[in-house]
């Protein structure tokens, strides 16, 4: 046989996205860690900034960003930014401010800063990444919007910060999450400064056979299991409206349908489609260990109603369910077999895996898979586990009725298309 290298690998692996090896990959919980991650990566940016987040609040850690953001571009650094016009739209005046006379350029995505934005097709799909590539050499994806851990912009100031992660990378996935950004925003810029990003979305003859390929053959989907390659195996996993509009979803899916012994999902806001509902109990029917981790301390009453009204069918299967009461939960992540895991900005809600952009990292390494673990048991251990469901009988059907019809006019408002 002969043996393996890294491009090697890639022209095995074959498909957009894949696993690659080489890549160090660091787990970040909080803001705590996050930012000052960031602030040192800024620190030393040499070329370009590319960062784009779903919020990007006035607060102290906000302040901070923009200044190292400000910093960089001093240095000429080119610093382009780009914010979701929903999730940021109420800091929009103070960001627009804090970067005004610098060389920062600022893109929004799907603004609304008129009345008839509302009316306009599409704009309940956001951009719901949180990433930041510096000079094609770091990157961090995850979950953790720009935003101090201990504030909620509905409920005010917490005393214990919201639980959270994201990941640093270094290695190959880099570049991914670097065109990934420069497509978002690119098309928030509206042409203002044409970048060859654009090109993701030009169907040119070299790349029609296989976008058509796609289209015929459905979403794109990872390798079941990657052939071996150096530490850190990872791949970068978007999900957008064209190619990749289920590949996170499925990337779910194929995880609990190998899983053997053990899978450990953390998500705030849950209510699976079918197929992976059926993926989570068929799990758990052959005897696989499933623990859910769901929001104790609800933020949004209906999110809370959509998973409160699956309870009954997952207890049924053996599925744990376990609610974290100490702070709010935000964290997207997951562990499988003590292998597999991912770490995101997917919530398991059809405005995640059907509608909004979403990106998360998954990795094959059992390392990061252990550090991962002990996080969400060290979450579990503080949770309040549920032993039966809290609604029962006429009430319990009448509010899963509400949320399934909710959910289904919300994706159909919004364009989505498939079942769920």
Known sequence: MKPWTLQSVRQRVGRDPGFAGGNQITLLRGGDQLFPAMTEALAHARHEVWLATYIFHEDAAGQA??????VADQRGVRVRVVVDGFGSNGSMAWLRNALMGSGVALAVFRPMDRWWRWLQPGQLRRLHQKLCVVDGDVA??????????????????????????????????????????????????????FDNALLDYVPLRRRLGRWLHQLWRGPQRLDALPVPQQPVVAAFVMRD????????????????????????????????????????????????????????????????????????????????????????????????????????????????LLVNLEANVVVRDAGFAAALTAEIDTALAVSRRVAEPQVRGLKAVLKRAVVAWFAYVFLRVAGATGRY
């Open 65 to 70: 960003l923009v200044q190292a953001l400000r």
């Open 140 to 193: 961090f994806v995850g979950g953790i919007n720009v935003i101090d851990d201990r504030l909620d912009l509905n409920h005010g100031r917490t005393e214990l910060p919201r639980l959270d992660f994201a990941v640093r990378l270094a290695g190959p996935l880099v570049e991914q999450v670097g065109q990934s950004i420069r497509t978002v925003w690119s098309r928030a810029w509206l042409g203002r400064e």
């Open 241 to 352: 409206n064209l190619r990749r509009r289920r590949t996170i979803e499925h990337a779910y899916a194929d995880a609990l349908r190998q899983a053997q012994h053990s899978a450990d999902l953390v998500c705030p806001y849950f209510y699976p489609g079918q197929r992976l509902r059926q993926s989570l109990q068929r799990a758990a029917d052959r005897g696989v260990r499933v623990r859910l981790l769901l929001q104790g301390k609800v933020d949004y009453r209906i999110a809370g109603w959509a998973a409160q009204a699956l309870y009954a069918d997952l207890l049924a299967h053996g599925i744990e369910v376990h609610e974290y009461t100490p702070a709010f939960l935000h964290a997207k992540v997951a562990v499988v077999d003590g292998e597999w895991a991912t770490v995101g900005s997917s919530n398991i809600d059809p405005l995640s």
